[in-house]
């Protein structure tokens, strides 16, 4: 790091940058968007240049892990090029993490290419080990392929995390065998609650939300729970299953709000920079980037946008409607 560290105005060090490298999907996921999306047009997008000297930036002010996100990143075009490049920071012992979420349909194609890029763990999200309800839930995804890729994944040496998104009336008769696939494939286990993210063109919010309080309750019928401490700076928290040592995280943003430890920060396949998931307020960094050469402008931009960082969100079901809910889809500031 070469200059002064990024500090929020709630004295939260901002070391993690999540960074969408396109809008673009092969899968519709219900909660996610709408069939019929309209995408960016190329030529909005930062081109893999640009994300790298965005990327580098950060680093030099401190960021310490990178996530790659989407839309689905391995579906932008020589993203790998992108992959490698950042590699370097790696290296120089600058960046301690580069990591990846991903739908798992490309990975049988690029797990090696990551782990050779010193990406040695990911996040596949996975709602349903039913082909069927796969179809329904992704509209346009095959399950047979994402669990191809994601025994692709361990071969290449990468450790998987499963990603679930809690969805009532979908995935509640499939937590105990979601739970003992992961536990005998050797894959960690996460759920999330599902947040009030973009317009889905007549969706029900409310009708999808299942809380994780209801889940650990249900899970709790047939398993000790064990709360654990440790926590990984992100916003899961943590159970071991007394009778089998397993460990599950919960990322639940509506029945517990995690943003206290929040150390993030997102920038979009353009160049926006959020501080905050469930807030509106971003920050350009495109044209900081594109009017100099030099990355003295960039660098002050990140540091106004981070002065600027809110406490928290506001998403809330409580009144039985999705308050809170911000405007755009996840896979515009990458989930
Ligand atoms: N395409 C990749 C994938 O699916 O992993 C990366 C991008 S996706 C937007 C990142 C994560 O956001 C996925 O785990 C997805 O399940 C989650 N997600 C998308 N929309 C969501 C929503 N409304 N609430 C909660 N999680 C959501
Ligand atoms: Fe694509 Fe990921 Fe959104 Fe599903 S959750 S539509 S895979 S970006």
């Known amino acids: 790091m070469t200059s002064v560290p990024l500090i929020d105005p709630f004295a939260r060090p901002i070391s993690y940058l999540r960074v969408s490298v396109t809008d673009r999907c092969d899968f519709r996921c ?29 680093i030099r002010m401190g960021v310490e892990k990178l996530r790659i996100t989407g839309g689905e990143p391995l579906v932008r075009r020589e993203i790998m090029t992108f992959f490698r490049s950042m590699s370097r920071h790696l290296e120089s012992g600058a960046l301690q993490e580069l990591t990846l979420t991903t739908n798992g349909s490309q990975l049988s194609r690029f797990a090696g290419d990551l782990y050779a890029a010193g990406v040695r763990r990911i996040n596949v999200s996975l709602d349903t080990l039913d082909d069927a309800k796969f179809s329904r839930v992704t509209r ?54 599902v947040m009030p993210m973009g317009d889905l063109g007549g969706e029900d919010r409310v009708g999808q939300y299942w809380s994780l309080k209801d889940l650990r309750g249900q899970l709790a019928e047939q398993y000790t729970l064990k709360e654990l ?34 150390n993030r920060v997102r920038l979009t396949c353009t160049g926006e920079l959020f501080m905050c998931l469930g807030q509106e307020d971003n920050a350009d960094l495109r044209g900081p980037l594109r009017a100099s050469e030099s990355d003295t402008l960039l660098e002050d931009a990140i540091r106004a946008a981070i002065a600027r960082k809110p406490k928290g969100h506001d998403f809330d079901y409580s009144r039985q409607t999705a308050d809170g809910q911000v405007s755009r889809h996840m896979s515009h500031t990458g989930g």
């Open 140 to 193: 346009w995804g095959k399950l047979s392929k994402v669990l191809d890729g994601i025994d692709a994944a361990q071969k290449a040496g990468l450790r998987v995390k499963i990603n679930t998104v809690a969805l009532k009336g979908f995935n509640e008769d499939e937590l105990f065998s979601l739970t003992e696939w992961c536990a005998s494939s050797d894959l960690d286990l996460t759920f999330i609650e």
């Open 229 to 262: 401490d440790h926590r990984t700076g992100g916003p899961a928290r943590y159970v071991e299953l007394k009778e089998t040592g397993q460990q599950l995280g919960f990322i639940t943003p509506l029945t517990h709000n995690f943003c206290e430890s929040c």
């Open 30 to 58: 219900v909660y996610c968007m709408s069939e019929n999306m309209t995408f960016l047009p190329k030529k909005e997008l930062l081109t893999l240049e640009e994300l790298d000297r965005m990327c580098s930036t950060f």
